[in-house]
């Protein structure tokens, strides 16, 4: 660090030719590269070419003045972040506190001491090596990085601040207070310090990041790494669908069906709620394949599936339990999952799903009780369906 702060280059602005000189004689004794300007416009015009580590800048000067200068520089994207001391005689307290509003890092008064000028230079400076030593560290990860203290965004890398398209992290500040308002957190994992983040402007940009907290010293200080993790929850998205769907008829498998029931089951034991289970299959489904082939069977099968997506509520589950056998979870009493059960055997039965041929279909309805598990709830059901089938087909049982 202490050779980076030799090399820095500073500049002095300042309309006293002596001043000048005084103040240059300590830096360059010191070690720094002194530059030099006699008022705030050629001050701005050095800064947009050298860009120096740190300004010295004097308050009281004609026509543009320290504090008319600094909002300058503070206006300009590219010397903003250059820290500004101001050097002068105006020592009041409203001056200073003017001087700090408009963004200075420090303010000496004139007479100065050599020793207490260096020093609070060589602090500044640091302070600047150190902000962009990490912005540069930031700048050259390839993933999306943040430092946040608590929920300020200190420091954002160049590839975040492209992915938002914002020019720059004060920009970005201004429209979104914290990471969390950009973001939604779609998941969260505390103990891995892990975030599944995702943009809540869903329609221009569908990443989802998996981002990484990495703890600083001081409790409230961390790194968000952020990597995109899309292509690879689009696979895991798929791979779900096709471990909880049926292939044929895009319902629900019977892996599924069981995971399904299980959740529901342990919320309806504390609760008390009606549950009830509708089994159906097709009457003489072997008939359909043997005279008109597996693929209308097949088709049979598909068209049957979308008429009962229509037919049942959103929040009862359909399932292909095997062959030509579905079953239906309802939350509703035995008689209303009855009712329902007869609108569907009476819309199929009304339905031509293959021409000049009439298919039926024959269900059990029963609802949980105290003590059931899956195989004794779907036991029953099926029991009510053997009677259904024993009785002639194309009817309704409820157990
Ligand atoms: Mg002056």
Not at 261 to 278: A, G, V, W
Request: hydrophobic share 40%.
């Amino acid at each position: 660090m202490e050779k980076f702060v030799k090399n820095a280059s500073i500049l002095i602005v300042d309309d006293t030719p002596k001043n000048i000189q005084l103040l240059g004689t300590v830096l360059k004794e010191t070690g720094y590269r002194v530059i030099v300007a006699t008022n705030g416009n050629s001050a701005l015009n050095i800064l947009e070419k050298t860009k120096p580590d740190l300004i010295l800048l004097d308050v009281m000067m004609p026509e543009l003045s320290g504090f008319d200068t600094i909002k300058k520089i503070k206006e300009n994207e590219n010397i903003k972040n250059i820290p500004v001391i101001f050097l002068t005689a105006k020592a009041e307290p409203d001056d200073v506190l003017e001087g700090f509003k408009l963004g200075a890092v420090d303010y000496i008064t004139k007479p100065f001491h050599a020793s207490e000028l260096l020093a609070r230079v060589k602090t500044h400076l640091e302070l600047k090596i150190n902000k962009d030593l990490i912005q540069n560290l930031l700048d050259f990860q390839k993933g999306l990085v943040l430092m946040i203290d608590e929920n300020r965004i200190l420091y954002a890398n160049k590839s975040f601040l492209n992915y938002v398209g914002s020019p720059n992290l004060l920009q970005f500040t201004r429209d979104y207070q914290s990471y969390s308002e950009y973001f939604d957190i779609i998941e969260e994992n505390l103990e891995d310090q892990e975030l599944k983040l995702k943009p809540k402007d869903k329609f221009l940009k569908k990443e989802i990041f998996l981002a990484h907290k990495s703890l600083l010293p001081g409790k409230s200080l961390f790194i968000l790494n952020l990597t995109d993790v899309t292509d690879y929850e689009i696979e895991k998205t798929t791979l779900e669908q096709k471990a909880s769907y049926d292939e044929l008829t895009k319902v629900y498998n019977r892996t599924k069906f069981i995971d399904i029931f299980n959740e529901i089951y342990k919320s309806i034991t504390q609760e008390e709620k009606p549950l009830s289970l509708i089994i159906f299959d097709i009457d003489h489904f072997k008939k359909i394949n043997d005279n008109f082939g597996h693929n209308i069977g097949d088709k049979v099968l598909v068209e049957i599936s979308s008429c009962l997506k229509g037919l049942i509520r959103n929040s009862d589950i359909l399932c292909r339990w095997g062959g030509e056998e579905f079953l239906i979870l309802l939350k509703s009493s035995i008689e209303d999952s009855f009712r329902i059960a007869e609108k569907i055997r009476t819309f199929i039965e009304s339905k031509e799903f293959i021409q000049n041929h009439k298919i039926t279909i024959s269900l059990g309805v029963t609802s949980l009780e105290k003590n059931d598990n899956l195989d004794l709830f779907i036991n029953r059901a099926d029991q009510a369906l053997y009677k259904a089938k024993n009785s002639g087909r194309n009817q309704t049982i409820k157990i």
